[in-house]
C-alpha cells in the first residue's frame, strides 16, 4: 500500500491546476452568468487529455487511469464545476462504450470523443424515474435492420453537444431494457431549452427528445435486452468523476476557510485566533483528507475491476462519504465567513450551491445507503 501520488500524476495534477488558474479563473463570472462554458475552454481542456484521460490509447485516449483522471478534474472543479460536469457526464458515456461496445463501435465513436471534437452523454433519467430503471418508459421497436426509439430523457448533461448518447430504452419485443448509442442531433432528436442549476453553472443539462428516432441495429450497445448491467455500470462509473468534482468544491472551500480565518479581523486581530474558527478549521481539513483518499482510491479500484456489482457497492460508499463531506464542509466554510458567506460576491456562496449538488444526482444518497445495506445483509 502506497499513498503517494506518481510522478506522472503530480504532473498532471500541476497541469490541471496550471491550466484552471490561468485560462478558467478569469471566466468563471462569465460562465456562472451565462450558464454555459466557453468553447475555448472545451480545447483546451481536450488539448490537456481531459477528455480521453482514462480511455486506452488504442482509441485516442491517454491511458492514464481512472485514479489520475479524478486527480486532474478535481483541480478542474476546484476553479469551475461547469467544465468538470461536462467531461465528468462524457466519461461516464465514453466509458461505457468503451467497457461495452463492439470493435467496430469504438473506432467509429471513441476516437472523435477522446479528442474533445465529439462529447458524450448517458441518458437513462427520465420524467417518471430517476433511481428506478425499471419505470423506464422510452420504447424501442424493431424495424427490419433499425430501431425506432420513442420517448423523453429528463436532465441529460451534455445534451447540445454533438457527439454519441448511450440512451436506455424499453425494447417492446422482450419488454426489458437495451442500451443503445444514438447520434445526437440524428433525426428525431431535439432539446428542451437548458435547466437552470441551483450550482455547477456551466454544465450542459437538458431534457431530450426521441421522436421516431431511426438507428442502426448495429448500434445495439452490448446485448440485446441486456441493458441493465450497462446502467448499473453506468451509475456507478458516474460516481467516480462526481466525487472529483465534489472534492474539488471542497478543496476551494478549504482555501477559502482558511484565507478568511486570517484576513477577518476582530478587534484588530484575525479571527483565526479564536478557538471556535480553529476547530471549523480542522473539521474541513480532516473532511478533505479524508473524501481525498477515498475520491482517488475509487479511480483506482475503477482501473482493476472486473466485478461492477462489488464496485457498485464501493462507488456507493465512497460517493456518500465524498458528497457528503463536501456539503457538510462548505457548510462550515460558510459559517466562518459569518454573513459574508450569503452575499453573492464572496466566493464561498457559490460553493455552497455547487456543493449541494452532489448529494442529488448519479443516484440519491439514501439509494447508495440501500445499495450498501443490501450487499450487507441480504448478499
Ligand atoms: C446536474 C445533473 C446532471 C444529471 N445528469 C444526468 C445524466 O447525464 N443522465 C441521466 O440519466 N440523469 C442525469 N441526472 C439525473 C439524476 O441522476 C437523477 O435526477 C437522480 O438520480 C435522482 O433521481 P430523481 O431526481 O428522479 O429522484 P427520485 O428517484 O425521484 O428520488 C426522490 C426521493 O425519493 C427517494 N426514493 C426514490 N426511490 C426510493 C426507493 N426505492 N426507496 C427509498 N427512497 C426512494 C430518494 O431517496 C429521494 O430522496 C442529472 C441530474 C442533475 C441535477
Known sequence: MDFTLTKEQLLIQKMARDYAEQYIQPLVERIESENAVPKEVIEGL???????????????????GYDTYVVALEQIARISCGPAMIISAHTLGLGAINNFGTEEQKQRYMPKCCRGEHIASFAFTEPGTGSDPKQITTTAVRDGNHFVINGTKRFISNGTYPGPVVLFARDQENGKITAFIVEKFCEGYSVSKPWEKVGWHGGDLVDIYLKNVRIPAENVLGERGYGYPILQYGIAFGKIGMNAIALGTLLAA?????????????????????????????DIAMKYEASRWVAYRLGCLANQTKDYADFAREAAMAKVIVAENAFSATRIALDIHGSYGLMTDYKISRLYRDAVMGPQIEGVIDMQKIIVAGSILFK
Do not use: C, S
Not at 46 to 64: C, I
Open 254 to 282: 478549504y482555501e477559502e476557510a482558511v484565507t478568511y480565518a486570517k484576513e477577518k479581523t476582530h478587534r484588530g486581530e484575525p479571527i483565526a485566533k479564536f478557538q471556535t474558527i480553529q476547530l471549523r478549521i480542522a
Open 46 to 64: 481536450a488539448e490537456l487529455d481531459l477528455f480521453g484521460m482514462p480511455m486506452p490509447e488504442a482509441y485516442g485516449g491517454a491511458g492514464a
